[in-house]
């Protein structure tokens, strides 16, 4: 297998919508060129007006050299897009049949060497790709969390036809960048973090839906709780040290049963329009007057806050050359780097 290590420098971004624009943000911020598509009426209007109230939070975190806005070009024809670009990162509508054309429009475009990346939070890259008939290898899926521009995780999968080589190429570029990519080994509906979401979400609803506590009491327990540490560690290393001087074996060796036990009285709720009803209620009186606007600016803030706190700590400790702290000093030299 022919090993590419042409540099990834500019990226098209098809579907310019919450995901692809923060995407572009993002992109631009670390040096990259970036060209956008999108045949929504006014879409470079809006990409543009987010990316811009985007860059200071970018300018916060540090921008790489040759960061700058005017490194965003926009067309409404695809072909046009894709011309000369190094990586495809499309964040079309989650219908398989859409995406599938896409992909046939995409892998007849593109030079075998160009990844296509697809930010679908939920349909299989096997689904996807066999709309690509010439290269399928070369598609893989790079899922964001939202917003992608201040989040670092991306979950990285390939389809049953994805090359090893792409999987790879695409991780390292994503780290180049600062982003936390996490390899998943095998398809999943929904991947990993929506799936972990999609559960604590149920239990949630269920909750709030037998009147066990209100919206926003159960928003403040997780928060202000089990939130806090998993804003520095994930659920694995938290049960180790809640095992103390014995660590994970003695974490399971004690909890075991019991958690097996408590699983059994978890809740399945079923979101009858009532039930939408006391859910949509509880989050009203949860945000009074507060708007949308308003609560962004309030996440991002801590975010932005807890993102350099998260930096600062990694730079001290022997695990800073990956994660969040290369989202400070992500060098421009290692961009496109694939091992494979």
């Given amino acids: 297998m022919t090993i590419t290590t042409k540099p990834i420098r500019s990226i098209a971004i098809i579907g310019t919508g919450v995901i692809g624009a923060s995407w572009a ?23 543009r007006k987010f ?25 409404a024809g695809l072909a046009e897009a894709v011309v000369g670009v190094d990586l495809v990162q499309e964040n079309g509508p989650e219908r398989l049949d859409f995406k599938q054309r896409l992909y046939k429009q995409l892998d007849e475009l ?4 160009v990844i ?21 290898e070369r598609c893989v899926i790079g899922h964001p969390f939202n917003p992608p521009h201040l989040i670092p995780l991306v979950e990285v999968v390939g389809g049953s036809k994805t090359s090893e ?20 080994n095998k398809e999943m509906p929904g991947h990993v973090a929506n799936r972990l979401q999609g559960a604590l979400a149920r239990e949630v609803y269920y909750l709030i839906a ?20 998993w804003g520095i560690m994930g659920n694995m290393m938290l049960n180790h040290l809640g095992g103390g001087p014995g660590g994970i074996e003695h974490f399971l060796h004690q909890f075991a049963g019991p958690m097996s036990a408590s699983w059994k009285t978890l809740g399945s709720p079923v ?25 962004e600016a ?26 969040p702290v290369s989202i400070l000093k992500a060098s421009p030299d290692l961009l496109g780097a694939s091992p494979c």
């Fill in 271 to 295: 979101l009858t329009p009532e039930v939408q009803k006391k859910l949509i209620d509880g989050v009203h009186a949860e945000v009074g007057s507060r708007s949308i606007a308003e609560l």
């Fill in 51 to 75: 990316v811009k109230s985007a860059w200071p939070a970018l300018e916060r975190l540090g921008l790489s050299p040759g960061a700058s806005l005017s490194n965003l070009k926009f067309t």
């Fill in 210 to 229: 037998e009147d066990v506590l209100s919206a926003a009491d159960v928003d403040d327990a997780l928060s202000w709780g089990p939130g806090l540490r």
């Fill in 25 to 47: 943000a993002q992109y631009l911020a670390k040096g990259l060129e970036v060209v956008a598509t999108d045949i929504a009426p006014d879409a470079e209007t809006a990409l």
């Fill in 298 to 323: 309030e996440r991002d803030e801590i975010l932005l806050g807890l993102l350099e706190l998260r930096t600062k700590r990694a730079g001290t400790s022997a695990d800073s050359s990956d994660g």
């Fill in 165 to 184: 080589q792409t999987v790879q190429r695409a991780i390292a570029f994503y780290k180049s960048i600062g982003k936390k990519a996490v390899r998943l």
């Fill in 110 to 113: 593109l030079p075998p060497d």
């Fill in 116 to 136: 296509i990346a697809s930010s679908s939070s939920g349909i299989k890259m096997s689904d996807i790709q066999s709309g690509a008939a010439l290269h399928p």
